[in-house]
């Protein structure tokens, strides 16, 4: 499904604040493949979801969609295939424009010649019932601005959204990171139904190792720009926190240990 070759990545290369963040990388997600992220702050994390994206340009290697190489797609182009919730839940929705708005450009986008912004009234019970699934009375607001909704209930909404334009990929990144905790169970509950149920191919950045060992089929681990982890099926299936502290130890030995950032 994706497949990333032979990534090189230096920001600010030939000046002295050059940085290396990916040097040969090599993966490849299968389709359906829900992989969980992990690794310290500056692993690389939001990078590789921003170059897989088209956010951010590769110096080297090429990156393939199915049999499309994206590394070579404009950011807008590659849009079409990739969903994206970001930590901030503000950047997910149009705050200034209604529940039923907001959905109804979500169902547009990808459309050749849509970006309409015509509300078409057929969907107005889709996006109702999609929005009743979430439990938290969203579908009795959809003429609300969704600028005046709490963080939780616009992650919930971008992730439906997201999901509503069937993406070929989608990469979460720390997209609950910003909400209580209570919150953020709710949105990882709702983004481990949602993937199930729609089948999505997913890449889901984590700093919380209950959440990336319990979701998803597969965890990798980041570092230096290196998938030092990466583990799936049964022995993903049995994974546990001592597990996972042993292998980090194994792999990396103490400096990751005493990361203190990838364990709070
Ligand atoms: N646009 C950029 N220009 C220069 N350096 C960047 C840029 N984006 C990220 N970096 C640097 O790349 C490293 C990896 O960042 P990032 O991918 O955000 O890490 P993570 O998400 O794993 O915490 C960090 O050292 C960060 O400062
Ligand atoms: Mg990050």
Redesign the pocket.
Known sequence: MLQIKNLCKV??NNTV?G?K?FHGLNLTVNKGDFITII??????????L?IISGT?PIDQGAIYLEDIEISKLLEHKSNRFIGRVFQDPSKGTSPSMTILENMSMAKNKGKRFGFSFGIDKKNISYFKELLSKLDLGLEEKINSKVGLLSGGQRQALTLIMTAMTEPKLLLL??HTAALDPKTSEKIIKLTDNIVKERKLTTLM?THNLNHAINLGNRLIM?HEGKVILDIEGKEKKNLTRGKLLQLFGENKGKDLFSDRSLFA
């Open positions: 920001f600010n604040n940085k963040i690794g310290s702050n500056g692993a690389g994390k939001s990078t590789l921003n951010i990144d720390e950045v980041l």
